[in-house]
T-cell receptor
Framework: SQTIHQWPATLVQPVGSPLSLECTVE??????LYWYRQAAGRGLQLLFY??????ISSEVPQNLSASRPQDRQFILSSKKLLLSDSGFYLC?????????????FGSGTRLTVV | SQQGEEDPQALSIQEGENATMNCSYK?????LQWYRQNSGRGLVHLIL?????REKHSGRLRVTLDTSKKSSSLLITASRAADTASYFC?????????????FGKGTKLSVIP
């Protein structure tokens, strides 16, 4: 069966520090991978998606970047965090490009920038 | 930008009652999906309805889709305290290369035992 792992679960980082969040998928090959951010009480905002190794598409200009060094690994990074980067970050995967079979989400990372 | 918008923002009902949540969207879609999120957790896919379908059932869930009105509803029958969560609708664009789902802000459902 397919599983998705996302870590860490919570993170408190000072402004200006770097960030690295990791997401890995098991039990499937060549998944589409996504990073979403959820602000308190709001919906999900798509940050990045990837349809293959090294292929990253960005949806919004921001202080963050993403990389996909391996087929089932998706990393969200920042060189210098801002207060506005605080939020709940969710990684997801799908096999169908249009989400036709639904997305499977990780358990999320709560990032607080102080 | 948000595609789906859920209504109401919050809903509180007694256990055993039915809960109805609505979603409106703006552009053409291939399918519409509903997800559930327990507090502080990731989202769980509940049900998907395609643009050529009008109604779909899964257990205690019933989803309807009206593409002429660009709206959908999620009905949870005989609600339980464990149904307490936020519910999101999500749509995908019907254009080529539409890889991403766009989520609404969600309806927060509280089921009182």
């Amino acid at each position: 069966s397919q599983t998705i792992h996302q870590w860490p679960a919570t993170l408190v980082q000072p402004v200006g520090s770097p960030l690295s969040l990791e997401c890995t998928v098991e039990g499937t090959s060549n998944p589409n991978l996504y990073w979403y951010r959820q602000a308190a009480g709001r919906g999900l905002q798509l940050l990045f998606y990837s349809v293959g190794i090294g292929q990253i598409s960005s949806e919004v200009p921001q202080n963050l970047s993403a990389s996909r060094p391996q087929d089932r690994q998706f990393i969200l990074s920042s060189k210098k965090l801002l207060l506005s980067d605080s939020g709940f970050y969710l990684c997801a995967w799908s096999l169908d490009g249009t989400g036709g079979r639904g997305y499977t989400f990780g358990s999320g990372t709560r990032l607080t920038v102080v | 930008s948000q595609q789906g918008e859920e209504d109401p923002q919050a809903l509180s009902i007694q256990e055993g009652e039915n809960a109805t949540m609505n979603c409106s969207y703006k552009t053409s879609i291939n399918n519409l999906q509903w997800y559930r999120q327990n507090s502080g957790r990731g989202l769980v896919h509940l049900i998907l309805i395609r643009s050529n379908e009008r109604e779909k059932h899964s257990g205690r869930l019933r989803v309807t889709l009206d593409t002429s009105k660009k709206s959908s509803s999620l009905l949870i029958t005989a609600s339980r305290a464990a149904d307490t969560a936020s519910y999101f609708c999500a749509t995908d664009g019907s254009g080529a290369g539409s890889y991403q789902l766009t989520f609404g802000k969600g309806t927060k459902l509280s089921v009182i035992p």
